[in-house]
């Protein structure tokens, strides 16, 4: 299949799971068991496409670092056993290394509280050029410190600033620094990998039977799933109030991991195709050179 068709077909593939205006959004709207029609027997044929997704990913990315203009930022948000690191892997797996860099974001520093809440990921936005990928990000922000306001408590804000709308003002605050990355060339893309409670559960019991998967399992893990309601309506607002044409969110079916690493892989070819990429042109005064040393190397010298 040529690029343009399987752009093309990326494009038609990820658009049902695009959230580009936030204010009808419903969570309940979505199925994380969703598979887009497809059943068990298309399983080979959806690991054919994600194979060829990831090739002509390698090539887009590889444009995109030599033109060293536009930066990309892939942001990604879930619920515990989710498949987060299972997708960044498979996606992103024919990427070169040295125009990618993956940033896991975990509970704050110190340091980290000691500076306004967006500090910690703004300066590990990608530079020109190179994908970022954030696996948990500022968007924790609006999410387990919601949930658990307590944290809030602990992040040093004088009183004035902890306000009856401080979501709001998050939420107003992120719009606005992403806003501002596209107004800078940095293409922002979304995703949350929507797993099922009954999903999730299923995937704790692997990883508790399974020896080799024991270090992947923490109580705290299994204790915030009775926080789900909560973290539900959180994801929800979060989505309503965040999702825009330019940074949209992808709600992501993520209980059959084979469909949500083509759905990924297919909204990030999507971005990528959507730029203007092209390899560096090169000057007249630089092809001249090239022939000269083109002529001195078969001339033997």
């Not at 199925?31 to 496409?49: C, Q």
């Not at 960044?88 to 797996?93: R, T, Y």
């Not at 922002?188 to 704790?204: D, H, I, W």
């Not at 990883?207 to 204790?223: G, T, V």
Request: charged letters at 35%; hydrophobic letters at 40%.
């Amino acid at each position: 299949m040529n690029h343009k068709k399987l752009i093309s077909r990326a494009r038609e593939f990820a658009k049902p799971y695009a959230i580009t205006k936030g204010g009808s959004f419903r969570l309940k709207d979505f199925d994380p068991r969703d598979t887009g029609g497809l059943d068990d027997e298309d399983k080979p044929k959806a690991k054919e496409a994600l194979a060829m997704g990831v090739e002509l990913l390698a090539e887009l990315q590889d444009v995109l670092y030599a033109q060293d203009r536009w930066s990309v930022l892939l942001i990604f948000q879930a619920m515990d056993a989710a498949g987060k690191d299972g997708a960044i892997k498979h996606v992103l797996s024919g990427v070169n290394p040295q125009g990618c860099e993956v940033y896991s974001f975990k509970a704050p520093t110190s340091e980290e509280l000691d500076h306004d809440f967006l500090w910690r990921c703004t300066k590990r936005l990608p530079e020109r050029g190179r994908i970022g990928i954030f696996n948990r990000s500022y968007y924790e922000e609006t999410l387990v410190v919601r949930v658990h306001p307590e944290i809030l408590a602990k992040q040093k804000l004088p009183e004035k600033c902890v306000t009856k709308k401080i979501w709001d003002e998050r939420f107003e605050d992120i719009r606005n620094l992403e806003k501002y990355l596209t107004r800078n060339g940095t293409i922002v893309r979304k995703f949350f990998l929507n797993v099922s409670k009954e999903e999730q559960k299923k995937r704790f019991l692997e990883r508790i039977d399974n020896p080799d998967k024991n270090w992947k399992f923490s109580a705290a893990d299994a204790h915030e799933r009775t926080y789900w309601k909560d973290y539900m309506k959180a994801y929800e607002e979060m989505i309503r109030e965040t999702a825009t044409p330019d940074c949209p969110w992808y709600v992501v079916p993520a209980d059959n991991k084979w469909y949500t690493r083509v759905v990924v892989a297919a909204a990030v070819i999507d971005a990528l195709s959507s730029l203007d990429l092209g390899y560096p042109k090169v000057s007249a005064a630089h092809r001249k050179d090239l022939a000269a040393v083109k002529a001195e190397l078969l001339g033997g010298k």
